[in-house]
């Protein structure tokens, strides 16, 4: 008995140092949106090479997502999360001491890259730590607490922004992003020193590839993964990037106000995540539950940027919030791809969709700073772009657009399938 309750505090202990590096790195993913105007101010950018700045970190991110899975099947959880938690500090530090533009291109893909281990590392753990029927549950809670990273990761962050300047906050970040990588290193037991709970046998390279190809011809993962990443917009456009300046400019928000109306988004998310996979489950209509997400969001994404009634900030924030429980969906799209592969490649499968759904983000920040930008009047201050709330607009526009497409597209996969469940549940 001894004995494990023993190996249950190291299990919960090994699950919080890894989570909390899952919860931090949502912190660096939304703080440029935060300091949108002080970063094109400092190197005398437009709203594209913004978008080109944003993009960079889904970029590393999406890229990072099959290397990171080999490596961590490679090495320790250990090692490998510190290190990227350590990558992370580099890329933050290239906001305060680098005055060239591409090395803070390259410093905001080095974070985008090092997040990668965020979810993956922490997954990692809960298989190596926890017995195979806790993995739902502990995937429940990780997302519970990974998301209130966001949450901190908004307002509060922009109001330490406003009371230190946004030079010190970046200097903070790196340095708690380097106490991380420090106390991941310290603090995470040897994985050699317990007993794993769950063991998988180490995928060999030749395999690797055979999987992937596997994967990657899979019409029925690809097409739901592409319906998928064509909805994402809402939350890795609209809450980590665009969103706050946005609500600035068209409803004359201030930063810390616009900051909490867009983490919304994920005080949504929160609630969405266990509520959305299980109604999916339990009326067998994945396909639909996807599907009535898009449309939906679409619906309240309209009113939001086309209505004549102006929104007060509790109305846009309890919509916002409607939004995020929607973003839900997400959960359900990996549900899917996973239940259309064989067993042993859930992690694999679960890899590409992130790196497809993290690529429609990259997409998404270029195409909203180039619109912005195909908009602009001509208005310039101190050097420097000022776009005006129609610019805003007709870029934001691009957001509705892609959740119909999302919304029609489910619907002719549930069409293809021939009935309303995916067809992992046939196990076809």
């Given at each position: 008995?001894?004995?494990?309750?023993?190996?249950?505090?190291?299990?919960?202990?090994?699950?919080?140092?890894?989570?909390?590096?899952?919860?931090?790195?949502?912190?660096?993913?939304?703080?440029?949106?935060?300091?949108?105007?002080?970063?094109?101010?400092?190197?005398?950018?437009?709203?594209?090479?913004?978008?080109?700045?944003?993009?960079?970190?889904?970029?590393?991110?999406?890229?990072?997502?099959?290397?990171?899975?080999?490596?961590?099947?490679?090495?320790?959880?250990?090692?490998?999360?510190?290190?990227?938690?350590?990558?992370?500090?580099?890329?933050?530090?290239?906001?305060?001491?680098?005055?060239?533009?591409?090395?803070?291109?390259i410093g905001r893909f080095l974070i985008g890259a090092g997040s990668a281990a965020g979810l993956l590392g922490t997954v990692k753990t809960i298989r190596y730590a926890f017995p195979e029927n806790y993995f739902t549950r502990m995937m429940g809670l990780t997302f519970t607490l990974g998301l209130s990273g966001a949450l901190y990761g908004g307002k509060p962050v922009s109001l330490l922004v406003q009371q230190i300047?946004?030079?010190?906050?970046?200097?903070?970040?790196?340095?708690?992003?380097?106490?991380?990588?420090?106390?991941?290193?310290?603090?995470?037991?040897?994985?050699?020193?317990?007993?794993?709970?769950?063991?998988s046998p180490k995928t060999e390279p030749s395999h690797l590839w055979t999987d992937l190809k596997l994967i990657l011809g899979n019409r029925k993962i690809i097409w739901v993964a592409i319906a998928g990443a064509l909805m994402v917009g809402p939350f890795e456009s609209f809450a980590d990037v665009w969103g706050v300046s946005y609500l600035v400019n068209v409803y004359g928000f201030s930063k810390p106000d616009a900051s909490l109306v867009t983490s919304g988004i994920y005080m949504g998310m929160l609630v969405g995540g266990p509520v959305l996979p299980?109604?999916?489950?339990?009326?067998?209509?994945?396909?639909?539950?996807?599907?009535?997400?898009?449309?939906?969001?679409?619906?309240?994404?309209?009113?939001?940027?086309?209505?004549?009634?102006?929104?007060?900030?509790?109305?846009?924030?309890?919509?916002?919030?409607?939004?995020g429980i929607l973003c839900s969906y997400q959960a359900v799209v990996f549900a899917m791809a996973c239940h259309l592969a064989p067993a042993r490649l859930a992690g694999l499968v679960t890899s590409v969709t992130n790196c497809i759904n993290m690529c429609a983000g990259c997409l998404f920040h270029f195409a909203i700073g180039y619109i912005m930008d195909l908009n602009w009047s001509g208005i310039m201050e101190n050097g420097i772009?000022?776009?005006?709330?129609?610019?805003?607009?007709?870029?934001?526009?691009?957001?509705?657009?892609?959740?119909?497409?999302?919304?029609?597209?489910?619907?002719?996969l549930n069409r293809q399938a021939g009935i309303s469940t995916p067809s992992a549940t046939s196990s076809t």
């Open positions: 008995m001894g004995n494990k309750v023993g190996l249950s505090k190291i299990s919960w202990f090994m699950w919080l140092v890894a989570v909390t590096f899952f919860a931090f790195q949502f912190v660096l993913r939304l703080f440029p949106g935060l300091v949108m105007t002080e970063i094109m101010t400092k190197f005398h950018s437009d709203a594209t090479s913004f978008g080109v700045l944003s993009a960079a970190y889904y970029l590393g991110y999406a890229g990072m997502q099959i290397p990171i899975g080999i490596l961590l099947d490679r090495f320790s959880a250990r090692t490998v999360i510190s290190f990227c938690a350590f990558t992370c500090t580099l890329g933050s530090l290239s906001f305060v001491y680098s005055d060239s533009w591409t090395l803070t291109l300047g946004w030079v010190s906050v970046s200097k903070l970040l790196a340095a708690l992003s380097l106490c991380i990588s420090i106390g991941l290193y310290l603090l995470f037991p040897r994985e050699t020193k317990a007993t794993p709970q769950s063991t299980y109604i999916a489950e339990k009326l067998n209509a994945h396909y639909w539950v996807n599907a009535i997400s898009g449309l939906l969001m679409a619906v309240v994404f309209g009113l939001v940027i086309y209505s004549e009634t102006t929104f007060s900030k509790s109305s846009l924030l309890g919509l916002m919030i409607f939004v772009k000022i776009y005006e709330p129609s610019s805003y607009v007709t870029a934001i526009s691009l957001i509705p657009l892609t959740l119909i497409l999302g919304f029609l597209g489910f619907l002719w």
